[in-house]
């Protein structure tokens, strides 16, 4: 009973600080970064359902990496490689069109990390480590503290804050 009523809470808590950003006109970033390392599915799902307000490359790129995030977390391996295939589509085409977009290349890789090596989707991990490395200091503070948390399990950017 007790696990139910944390988890309640943080959902909660994560929904009310979602939708105060949402409000705003912003996407929240930090939710979607957070929601893609938890793989929470209820999180996921809310921040999917909030992303269809907005429009623009942001919007494509944070709702494919979720969506390939949540590809993770299916049972059924034909609806995996369709959803992955589906949020693969959108961030790579928000990657094609601002090809130097760091925050767009942070969140492919974090996909690529953690996708199965028979997808074939980890290519990109060093590219996309140097320009986050190169960028890093002109990220906002909030981005910045992201990549950083992210980094101490990342292999590719572990040596990010030296």
């Known amino acids: 009973m007790k696990k139910k009523a944390v988890r309640y809470f943080l959902v909660c808590g994560f929904l009310f600080s979602f939708f105060l950003a949402t409000?705003?006109?912003?996407i929240d970033k930090n939710a979607c970064i957070k929601?893609?390392?938890?793989?929470n599915v209820s999180q996921i799902d809310v921040l999917q359902k909030q992303l269809q307000k907005f429009s623009g490359a942001e919007k494509e790129a944070y709702e494919g990496a979720l969506l390939m995030r949540k590809a993770e977390t299916l049972a059924v391996p034909a609806k995996k490689l369709a959803l992955f295939k589906k949020g693969y589509k959108k961030l790579e085409t928000a990657i094609l069109n601002a090809p130097s977009n760091t925050e767009f290349r942070f969140l492919r890789l974090m996909v690529q990390?953690?996708?199965?090596?028979?997808?074939g989707y980890n290519k990109n991990i060093m590219q996309d480590a140097q320009l986050i490395k190169t960028n890093y200091k002109s990220l906002s503070a909030a981005m910045q503290t992201q990549i950083s948390d992210y980094s101490k399990n990342s292999k590719a950017l572990k040596d990010i804050n030296n």
């Open 113 to 119: 990390e953690h996708a199965p090596k028979n997808l």
């Open 35 to 39: 929601a893609m390392a938890s793989g």
């Open 23 to 26: 409000g705003q006109g912003q």
